[in-house]
């Protein structure tokens, strides 16, 4: 079982800056990606970034040229730095991990979600 834990969130007015970290611990025998997503009231869970164990990266259009993801120099970990807010960044942020078990189980994991909330 992979367990993720982030942090990093909280309330900002537009056009400032927040760092999202996440964590992931447990069974984890290979990471294949991590990455953030972000779900607004009243919409569907949207990806936001990825971020391959061979740096590869992939982000919406939406924060192209704002947010980049990052993987740490701690196993397991990853970093989204959000530049340049918007109120439509606003949302519950989550953080996700896939990858395979020491057994050879895959894996699909989700963190619990942190609130980013940008002001006018």
């Known amino acids: 079982q992979v367990q993720l834990v982030e942090s990093g969130g909280g309330l900002v007015q537009a056009g400032g800056s927040l760092r999202l970290s996440c964590a992931a611990s447990?069974?984890?025998?290979?990471?294949?990606?991590m990455g953030w997503y972000r779900q607004a009231p009243g919409m569907q869970r949207e990806l936001v970034a990825t971020?391959?164990?061979?740096?590869?990266?992939n982000y919406a259009d939406s924060v192209k040229g704002r947010f980049t993801i990052s993987r740490g120099n701690a196993k397991n970990t990853v970093y989204l730095q959000m530049n340049s807010l918007k109120p439509d960044d606003t949302a519950v942020y989550y953080c996700?991990?896939?990858?395979?078990?020491?057994w050879g189980t895959g894996f699909d994991s989700w963190g619990p979600g942190t609130q980013v909330s940008v002001s006018p």
């Open positions: 447990g069974s984890i025998g290979s990471m294949v990606a």
């Open positions: 971020i391959t164990r061979s740096d590869r990266t």
């Open positions: 996700n991990a896939r990858g395979s078990s020491y």
